[in-house]
């Protein structure tokens, strides 16, 4: 079992979680919601001489999801995410128990929630664009 308290999530100075980046740490997480790990597409392939009456499929392209995380707002954080906004980078969630998850992705869509008599959120939701990697913890 993995405690979700204790999750640091990076993003990387380069396009990639590869070689040696420089990871920057977000500050102030208040949740994640990581990776389902992909959907694959339905490609029909049904043809007319089917005598069986029933539709063939088979697996096509992997659409590989999103991802998102929610922060506490603050002006110079929010400023410097949305900086990326469209950007690929490497990005790293590393787990309470030293699991880490990496991926390609980039800054898809922020949403500010305001509640009357709360703190002001982001949710920053990432799409997968390349490559992702889960490594357990030793």
């Not at 043809?47 to 999801?65: F, M, N, W």
Request: charged share 20%; hydrophobic share 35%.
């Amino acid at each position: 079992m993995i405690v979700g308290m204790g999750i640091v999530i990076e993003y990387s100075s380069t396009a990639t979680f590869t070689g040696s980046p420089t990871w920057t740490a977000v500050d102030d997480i208040t949740d994640v919601t990581p990776p389902t790990g992909g959907e694959a597409n339905d490609v029909d392939v049904t043809v007319h001489s089917t005598t069986s009456k029933r539709k063939k499929y088979q697996s096509g392209l992997i659409e590989p999801g999103e991802w998102e995380f929610k922060t506490i707002m603050s002006k110079a954080a929010y400023a410097s995410l949305l900086a990326f906004k469209g950007v690929t980078k490497g990005w790293r969630v590393t787990f309470s128990d030293g699991s880490k998850y990496e991926s390609e992705s980039y800054l898809k869509n922020d949403k500010i929630e305001s509640p009357m008599g709360g703190v002001n959120e982001v949710t920053w939701t990432l799409k997968l664009a390349g490559e992702e990697l889960f490594t357990p913890a030793t």
